[in-house]
């Protein structure tokens, strides 16, 4: 058998695709593979990991050509050789949040109440996080507090910080619903001139959604996933609002220089919902591309370029001065 061409994101996707396909609750069948062949796969590909634009499905067409029509159902198999094992690192690294340029993000710059999709990958890559600032209704930026977040699933709580940037309105969260793992643009940030009381109906949102929605006095927004209408609270942790997920979106926590006015991403709260997908936050399948593997360091901290020679995760707790260098 020819070897596969694999890019990254068909690795990752395979990954999380093998992980729901191992997974009792949403194990794959092999007769109705062998009876239906490629459209069962396709078909349980969109309903467990998401919709699949045509680049993906010609990628898992070409895997099933490459295995041979006959020898269909030993896909299974060669998934598994291709899901090569975790990588898992020792901490979480300080990441210094850039736009698709590679230059840093402005936190004072940072559009508010932004319903476009501004993501980007902590700590693993395809660990997709949401970057959102958080307004009111008129657009001004709003004070996001330190709130309890529950979560449904087994009533256990965790502390979520708040927000962080010249208005501790900036927030970030994993933009992988904890239903399913649907993914931008299925899952997406509804500012709150779209979804607010007496306000125009939101025909993009279910009528039972929205009058919960309204029923619960949220007034900054929503993150609300089409794929099966999980919906989330973004000012209070992305708590849950309405399922099926029992899962609220786990966060990143931000640290914002005031010098700069960078924003970095500096670590998880173990405590909180694991990355959908994911044994653990702290391990992937593949590490960032701005991430150094020999010394275990973002390779961009301070500045653009700057190469670090020792990590800063070990100050996460006091903040104060963090980009001393750890001994
Ligand atoms: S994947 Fe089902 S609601 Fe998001």
């Given at each position: ?36 062949g ?42 598994g ?127 039972d959604?929205?009058?919960?929605i309204?029923s ?58 694991v ?47 963090p ?5």
């Amino acid at each position: 058998m020819k070897p596969f061409a694999l890019k990254r994101d068909d690795l990752i996707f395979l990954h999380r695709l093998v992980y729901k396909m191992r997974n009792p609750p949403t194990k794959f069948d092999e007769k109705e593979f062998v009876k239906k062949g490629r459209d069962y796969l396709f078909k349980y590909a969109e309903d467990n990991v998401g919709p699949l634009n045509p680049e993906r499905r010609l990628f898992l067409k070409g895997l099933l050509v490459g295995i041979g029509a006959l020898a269909v159902v030993s896909v299974l198999p060669v998934l598994g050789y291709l899901n090569q094992p975790e990588i898992t690192l020792k901490d979480f690294p300080w990441m210094i949040i850039t736009d698709s340029d590679g230059n840093p993000i402005q936190a004072s710059k940072l559009p508010v109440n932004n319903p476009a999709i501004l993501v980007f990958q902590y700590p693993m890559q395809g660990d997709i996080t949401f970057l959102l600032n958080i307004g009111d209704e008129n657009g001004n930026p709003v004070k996001v507090p330190s709130t309890t977040v529950t979560i449904p699933e087994t009533g256990a709580t965790y502390t979520f910080p708040g927000g962080v940037g010249p208005n501790n309105s900036i927030v970030a969260f994993s933009a992988i619903c904890q239903h399913l793992g649907c993914i931008p643009p299925e899952i997406h940030y509804y500012p709150p001139d779209l979804v607010k009381p007496n306000g125009p109906f939101p025909d993009f949102i279910p009528s039972d959604v929205y009058n919960i929605i309204i029923s619960q006095g949220i007034k900054y927004g929503v993150i609300h996933c089409d794929c099966h209408g999980s919906t989330y609270d973004p000012y209070k942790g992305a708590a849950v609002v309405t399922g099926p997920t029992v899962r609220p979106l786990p966060y990143v926590q931000l640290y914002w220089d005031p010098n700069t006015d960078y924003l970095y991403a500096v670590g998880m709260n173990l405590h909180a919902p694991v990355i959908l997908g994911r044994s653990s936050d702290l391990s992937g399948f593949a590490t960032l591309s701005s991430y150094d593997e020999s010394t275990g360091c973002s390779k961009l901290l301070v500045q653009k370029g700057q190469t670090p020679t020792n990590c800063y995760t070990r100050i996460l707790t006091s903040f104060g001065n963090p980009f001393q260098q750890s001994g």
